[in-house]
């Protein structure tokens, strides 16, 4: 059994839905094939700003929701013949109509939850996968298409919901089991919680739904189909002369997809990473690609960096203080206090004096964490113990990962040397003890650059003297 993910670039309109089908042809002449699929590119954006357009009481939504009907039945249209459209145009406005419903009640109320707004997103996965699901049968490729929300069950903490695996992992190998079909398709991103209602997995949740599908049979292989050919030394849109990583492993790919690599959701990993399920990346687009392959030991990596990573709207958060010298607590007060708002906390230094500790994280998040941690800190700040938290924006994080620099000395001198040379003021600095990734907390405006420096000092220079790529 292998299990294919395609993503919303990968099922955009009905030319690269008819690449997906070519894909899928080859690969069920040789094994039984999962296919989960994204909502067609965008769609996900349009239901929430409907959802969000109807709670503000702006009829705006039914136009919005209208463009997102015509664009499935067009692609309907185009993808299936004219004598075998009628069901499936028909299916299509049904769910549209359902999702009209649940606006006008949103619209009504003018209230939107976050149940409400998971339930209204599932239907972007829902169309995508029944839609493809018919063309592959007016194809006579048997297709069983399988609801995801009936076999992966979740939390009810609705938008981003947490997995029961020991019922998901049950619920999936058994209904596998008793199937005869060797094609089956299913919608990513959704689930549902233990009384059946609908959840999601999170942006990017595809991803994720292949790997616990994947990881729960076990699968020989996942491959995730996008619209690049594997993940890259660093991001293209920055850098001119970026490498295709050949092969990665799991707690390198972790590192960069945390970091800003958008070419794989970062829960991905750990299901596939567990069972030791290799997992490629794969480009849509030019299948005939090697593309990247993720797994539990790589050879051929002379080289002591995998990539280079980079995170923007970044703030820093500082709280400083004699007061908090040799006192222990303040690190466990500091982080609970932003845990019970569920602000993520990115990036962490502490100076070796206790006098400091800076926090890194999505700017967005900034105004409402410093004034969470003034009050949590309000008698030491008024007693001059400590200072009140300094926050710094226009901030980015620049991350070198690599499993051999842990065997390489000089790695943080040559990363910081290049940047200082080249005028890139670094604001803060994080290494992990497993010497995977260091990281540094620059402003926005020298990202490019810093990238471009690092990628040349660590990768052009390097790849034409041993000829790699």
Same mark, same amino acid.
């Given at each position: 059994?292998?299990?294919?993910?395609f993503g919303?670039s990968?099922v955009?309109?009905?030319a690269?839905?008819?690449?997906?089908?070519e894909?899928?042809?080859e690969?069920?002449?040789t094994d039984?094939?999962?296919?989960?699929?994204s909502?067609?590119g965008?769609?996900t954006?349009?239901l929430?700003?409907?959802s969000?357009?109807?709670a503000e009481?702006?009829e705006a939504?039914k136009?919005?929701?209208h463009e997102?009907?015509?664009?499935h039945l *067009?692609?309907?249209?185009?993808?299936i013949?004219i004598t075998q459209?009628?069901?499936?145009?028909?299916l299509?406005?049904?769910?549209c109509n359902?999702?009209? @419903? !649940?606006?006008?009640g949103?619209f009504?109320?003018?209230?939107?939850s976050?149940?409400?707004?998971?339930r209204?997103?599932?239907?972007g996965?829902i169309?995508?996968?029944?839609?493809?699901?018919?063309?592959?049968?007016?194809e006579a490729?048997?297709?069983?298409w399988?609801?995801s929300?009936?076999l992966i069950v979740t939390?009810?903490?609705?938008?981003s *919901?947490?997995v029961?695996?020991s019922?998901t @992992?049950?619920?999936?190998a058994?209904?596998f089991?008793?199937?005869?079909s060797?094609?089956f398709?299913?919608?990513?991103?959704?689930?549902?919680? &233990?009384?059946?209602?609908?959840?999601?997995l999170?942006?990017?949740?595809?991803d994720y739904t292949a790997?616990?599908v994947?990881?729960?049979?076990?699968?020989?292989?996942l491959e995730?189909?996008?619209?690049?050919?594997?993940m890259?030394?660093a991001?293209?849109?920055?850098?001119?002369?970026?490498?295709?990583i050949p092969?990665?492993?799991y707690?390198?790919? #972790?590192?960069?997809s945390?970091?800003?690599?958008?070419?794989?959701?970062?829960?991905?990993i750990?299901?596939v990473?567990?069972?030791?399920i290799p997992t490629?990346i794969?480009?849509?687009?030019a299948?005939?690609?090697?593309?990247?392959? &993720?797994q539990k030991?790589t050879t051929?990596?002379?080289?002591?960096?995998?990539g280079i990573?980079s995170?923007n709207s970044?703030?820093l958060?500082?709280l400083?203080?004699s007061?908090?010298?040799? !006192?222990?607590?303040f690190?466990k007060?500091l982080?609970?206090?932003l845990?019970v708002?569920?602000?993520?906390v990115?990036l962490?230094t502490?100076?070796?004096?206790?006098?400091?500790i800076c926090?890194? #994280?999505?700017a967005s998040?900034?105004?409402v964490?410093? *004034? !969470?941690?003034?009050e949590?800190?309000?008698y030491?700040?008024?007693?001059?113990?400590?200072?009140p938290?300094?926050v710094?924006? @226009?901030?980015a994080i620049? *991350?070198l990962v690599?499993d051999n #620099?842990?065997?390489?000395?000089?790695?943080?001198g040559? #990363?910081?040397?290049n940047?200082?040379?080249?005028g890139v003021?670094?604001?803060a600095?994080?290494?992990?003890s497993?010497?995977?990734? &260091?990281?540094a907390?620059?402003c926005t405006? @020298?990202?490019?650059?810093a !990238?471009?420096v690092?990628?040349?000092?660590?990768?052009?220079?390097?790849?034409?003297?041993i000829?790699?790529f």
């Amino acid at each position: 059994m292998q299990v294919l993910k395609f993503g919303g670039s990968s099922v955009a309109n009905a030319a690269n839905i008819n690449k997906v089908i070519e894909i899928v042809k080859e690969k069920i002449k040789t094994d039984k094939i999962i296919v989960v699929v994204s909502a067609f590119g965008g769609i996900t954006d349009i239901l929430l700003q409907c959802s969000q357009l109807a709670a503000e009481g702006n009829e705006a939504y039914k136009k919005k929701l209208h463009e997102a009907e015509l664009r499935h039945l *067009a692609t309907v249209k185009e993808l299936i013949s004219i004598t075998q459209q009628s069901a499936v145009l028909s299916l299509v406005k049904t769910l549209c109509n359902e999702m009209e @419903d !649940i606006c006008t009640g949103i619209f009504l109320l003018k209230e939107l939850s976050e149940r409400t707004k998971d339930r209204i997103v599932s239907y972007g996965e829902i169309l995508s996968s029944k839609i493809i699901a018919a063309k592959l049968n007016t194809e006579a490729i048997t297709c069983e298409w399988i609801n995801s929300a009936e076999l992966i069950v979740t939390n009810a903490n609705y938008g981003s *919901a947490a997995v029961d695996f020991s019922i998901t @992992d049950k619920k999936i190998a058994d209904y596998f089991a008793a199937s005869t079909s060797t094609l089956f398709m299913m919608p990513g991103f959704i689930a549902s919680d &233990i009384n059946g209602v609908t959840t999601t997995l999170g942006r990017g949740g595809s991803d994720y739904t292949a790997a616990i599908v994947a990881a729960a049979l076990p699968a020989k292989v996942l491959e995730i189909w996008t619209d690049v050919s594997g993940m890259m030394t660093a991001d293209p849109r920055l850098v001119a002369n970026v490498k295709i990583i050949p092969e990665i492993s799991y707690q390198e790919a #972790m590192e960069l997809s945390h970091f800003g690599a958008k070419v794989i959701y970062p829960p991905t990993i750990q299901p596939v990473s567990s069972k030791g399920i290799p997992t490629w990346i794969k480009n849509t687009f030019a299948p005939q690609d090697n593309g990247t392959v &993720i797994q539990k030991e790589t050879t051929n990596n002379t080289n002591s960096i995998r990539g280079i990573s980079s995170i923007n709207s970044i703030a820093l958060l500082s709280l400083e203080g004699s007061g908090m010298i040799g !006192i222990p607590g303040f690190s466990k007060r500091l982080f609970e206090a932003l845990a019970v708002k569920k602000i993520n906390v990115i990036l962490i230094t502490q100076s070796s004096s206790e006098h400091s500790i800076c926090v890194g #994280m999505d700017a967005s998040n900034a105004d409402v964490a410093k *004034a !969470i941690i003034d009050e949590a800190f309000a008698y030491e700040i008024e007693t001059k113990k400590v200072d009140p938290i300094t926050v710094e924006k @226009d901030l980015a994080i620049v *991350a070198l990962v690599g499993d051999n #620099m842990k065997s390489h000395p000089g790695i943080s001198g040559k #990363m910081f040397g290049n940047l200082g040379r080249n005028g890139v003021n670094v604001r803060a600095i994080a290494q992990g003890s497993s010497e995977r990734n &260091i990281s540094a907390v620059i402003c926005t405006q @020298d990202v490019k650059k810093a !990238i471009n420096v690092l990628h040349e000092e660590f990768f052009e220079t390097v790849y034409k003297e041993i000829n790699l790529f």
